[in-house]
């Protein structure tokens, strides 16, 4: 599922995920500087801006299902602060906003289900 460069003994410089031109508020900053330390791990960072993700609940589903991954060292609580920099990266302020309405902004709670109009083009 994820190439890990870690196996072949190749590290990658140290980067921030993908931004899509926006100025990153300090906390989405630090919240990426998390992102950046755990994905890396496994794949390169350029992987998350290919990733095929529509809508903030869907980046949140994804990070669980990468949290799953033993070699992932993502501890459960630190879910929602990667979600906050990869939402905000993708989709911007409305995307975080979109999280917050669905409950997912503070780390270790759960979301509510999605509903129609959740999802941020």
């Known amino acids: 599922?994820?190439?890990?460069f870690a196996a072949c003994g190749a590290?990658?410089?140290?980067?921030?995920?993908?931004?899509?031109?926006r100025e990153s508020?300090?906390?989405?900053e630090k919240a990426c500087d998390l992102t950046a330390?755990?994905?890396?791990?496994?794949?390169p960072l350029e992987r998350l801006k290919l990733s095929q993700v529509d809508s903030p609940a869907h980046w949140q589903s994804y990070v669980e299902r990468m949290r799953?991954?033993?070699?992932s060292g993502i501890a459960e609580t630190e879910c929602p602060?990667?979600?906050s920099c990869l939402v905000f990266q993708r989709f911007g302020q409305a995307g975080l906003e979109s999280l917050r309405k669905r409950g997912v902004s503070r780390p270790g709670t759960r979301p509510?289900?999605?509903e129609?109009?959740?999802?941020?083009p």
């Open 1 to 4: 599922m994820a190439f890990c």
């Open 81 to 83: 602060t990667i979600v």
């Open 116 to 120: 129609a109009g959740d999802g941020v």
């Open 37 to 43: 330390h755990r994905c890396s791990k496994c794949h």
């Open 112 to 114: 509510r289900p999605a």
């Open 68 to 71: 799953l991954q033993p070699e």
């Open 11 to 21: 590290r990658a410089p140290m980067a921030r995920p993908y931004s899509e031109g």
């Open 25 to 28: 508020p300090p906390e989405i």
